[in-house]
C-alpha cells in the first residue's frame, strides 16, 4: 500500500510509503483521496494525521512523471480533498516536505514537523512554479514577503525557522507519530476552529504588494538571469492577490503545464538527474565500508588550501594546514579569517561561527605534526617535482591508513601516486575555486586507488556539501578538458576578426557566469602559459595552435593580478575593459600567422564555442573518463 491506513484510538493515520522519498506518484495521490474518506466515513475517527514513511515526509510530485500524460486523480484534487475534511487533520513532518509535499502539508489544517525537517518550495530549480496552491496558500499562511523569498528562491527552511514563520504549528520533542496523536487529539478536545487557508486572504494591510513584487522582479533578473521560472512564480503571487483563490489556482496551473514542456525545464529536470547519476559509479557499491575522516591536513595556504581548509572546518571537522614558510602560513591563515569575517558582514554566518569555525583550523609545525590525520589534501604549487616530493614526505609522516589526495587540476594523479609506497591510498580531489563556495568536486580515481579510497572520497563530498563527480586520470579531468577546446576556440575566433569582448558578450548571454578571456583574466594567464608549455612534448604537431595569450604573456599581462590581461582593470575593479593595447597584440597576431581578419557573426561564435565543449564532452564519455571503473 503506497498510503497505509491505520488507526490509534480515535485517530486516523495515513502513511505515505513510497520509497525512496515519499514522491507524489499517483498511488500516492489516489491513497490520500480514499485514506481521507474512509476517516471521514468512519464516526469512531475524530482527526487525522498524515505522516511520512522513512525519513521524508514527501519530497514533491513525482518529477519522472512530467513529460508524460497527467492521470488523474491530479494533486490539487488530494489536496482539495485534505482540506475539506470536516475533521482536523495534522500534517506530521520528519526530514523534508518540499514542493508538492509542502503543498499536501498546506492543505492539511495543522503541521507539527522534528527538529530536522525541512520545508521548502523548489520547483524554480526545475525550471517550474509550485502547482498544487503553495503559491496560493503559503502567502495566505506567513504573509507575502517571506512566502515570495521562499518560492522565488526555492530553498527550504529548517524547522525553528518555520516554527517562527508561522508554517509548523509546533516542533516534536519526542516521537512524531506520538507527538502529532496527541496534537490531533488536543485539536478535537479544545474544538480549535479548522483552519482552511483556502478559505482565508492575503494579509496586505501596509503592505506595498505591488513595490513588493516589483523588485522582486529585479532581483531574481539578476538573481537568476535569463531563468523565466522565477519570474513566472513572480506572475502567479501575482494572480494569488488580485484573483479569488480557485481563479488564481487555475491560472498557475495553466502556467505549470505551460512550462514543464519548456526547454528550461527539461534541461534543468535532466540536470537534477544527471547530478545524481553522477554520484554512481559501477564498482563503488553501498556496502563499501568508508573509512572514517575525523581529522583533516591541507598542504599548502594559498587561495585553493585556505579554502579547503574552510571546507572541512564547515564541516565541524578540525584541520592542520601546513606551508613551507612560518610567513606564507600566516597570511593564509589572515586570508581564511578576512574571508570568514567577509561572511559574518554578509550575514551569511554569525560571529559565533567563525569563531567556532577559525577555532578548528590550526597550524601545523611540519609533516611530523600529520601523523593521526585521517587525511591530507595537498593544494601546493602546480608542478609535478613538487606534488612528487610532498607525497614522498607524505608517505613518511601519515599512518598507514590515512588517505592521501591531491588537488592538482591537470597533473598525472598515477605519477604523484608513485612518488609513495602506497599508491592505493592516493587519489585526486580537484576542488573549484573558491573552494568553500562552489560544488563541483572532481574525485580523480588512479589506476591503482583502492574502492574504499574512492567511497571514502564520495562521502567526504556529500559531509563537505559538494557534488563529488568520480572520474579516471586525463589532462584537465571533466570539468577543465570539457572547457579547454572552448578557450582554444575562443582564441582562434579572436586570431581570426573577432575580439575578447565580443566572444564573452555572446557567451555571457548565453547563459554562462563569464566569458572565457574573462575567466583566463582570472584563474591567470600565466597559470594558463605554464600549463601549455606542460603540454608542448605531447601536442600533436598538426593541431592548431594559437600564441596570441603567450605574447599577452611576454608582456608581463597575467590577468587580474596585474589589472592587465585580455583587458585592462582600473585600481581595485573587477570590471573587465576593452584595451585598444590588446588590440594591436591580436592585430599582430594575426598578421603574424598570415590569417586576414573577417567580420565575424555571434551565431558563429556561440557554435563553434559550443560544440567545441560538447564535442570534447562525447570523447571524455567515450574514453570513460567520466564514472570510470578502475579496469575501465
Ligand atoms: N521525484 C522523483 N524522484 C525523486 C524526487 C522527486 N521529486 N526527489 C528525489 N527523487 C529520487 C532521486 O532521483 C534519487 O533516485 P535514485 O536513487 O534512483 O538516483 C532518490 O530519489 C534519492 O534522491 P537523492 O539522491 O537526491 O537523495 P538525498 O537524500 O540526497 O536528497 C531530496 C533527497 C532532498 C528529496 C532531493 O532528492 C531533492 O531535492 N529532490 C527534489 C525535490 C523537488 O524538487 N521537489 C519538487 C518537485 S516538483 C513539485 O513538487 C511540483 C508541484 O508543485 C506540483
Known sequence: MTVAYGQQGAIAVLTIDNPPVNALSVAVRQGLIDGIGRAIGDPAIAAIVVIGKGKTFIAGADI???????????????????????????????????????????????????????LGLPEVKIGIVPGAGGVERLPRLIGLEPALKMMVSGDPVRADRARELGIIDAIAEGDLLTDAAAFAERVVAEKTPIRRLSESTIALDGVDWRALLAAARATAGKSHRGQISPQRVIDCVENAITLPFDQALGETIRIINELIPSAQAKALRYAFFAEREAGKVPDIDKTITVRPLRSAAVIGAGTMGGGIAMCFADAGIPVLVLENSAEALEKGMVRIEQNYQDMVQKGRIRAEDKTKRMGLISKAAGYDALGDVDIVIEAAFEEMAVK???????????????????????????????????????????????????????????????????????????????????????????????????????????????LPQQVDKVLYEFGMAMGPFAVGDVAGIDVGWRVRRSLDATRPKDQRYSPTADRLYELGRYGQKTSKGWYRYEKGSRVPLPDPEVEAVIMQSSKDQGITRRAIGDEEILARCLYAAINEGAKILDEKIAAPTRSG
Open 64 to 118: 519522472r512523471e512530467f513529460g508524460k500524460p497527467p492521470q488523474a486523480p491530479r494533486l490539487t484534487v488530494a489536496i482539495a480533498a485534505i482540506e475539506a475534511s470536516p475533521k482536523p487533520v495534522v500534517a506530521a513532518i520528519d526530514g523534508v516536505a518540499l514542493g508538492g509535499g509542502l503543498e499536501v502539508a498546506l492543505g492539511c489544517h495543522f503541521r507539527i514537523g522534528t527538529k530536522r525537517c525541512q
Open 388 to 498: 612528487k616530493d610532498v607525497f614522498a614526505r607524505l608517505d613518511r609522516a601519515c599512518k598507514p591508513d590515512a588517505v592521501l589526495a591531491t588537488n592538482t587540476s591537470y597533473l598525472n594523479v598515477d605519477e604523484i601516486a608513485s612518488a609513495t609506497k602506497r599508491p592505493e591510498s592516493v587519489i585526486g580531489l580537484h576542488f573549484f575555486s573558491p573552494a568553500n563556495v562552489m560544488r563541483l568536486l572532481e574525485i580523480v580515481r588512479g589506476a591503482k586507488t583502492a574502492k574504499d579510497i574512492v567511497a571514502t572520497a564520495q562521502a567526504l563530498a556529500r559531509t563537505i556539501g559538494k557534488i563529488g563527480v568520480v572520474c579516471g586520470v586525463c589532462d584537465g579531468f571533466v570539468a577543465n578538458r570539457s572547457r579547454g577546446p572552448m578557450t582554444r576556440e575562443a582564441s582562434f575566433l579572436v586570431d581570426e576578426g573577432a
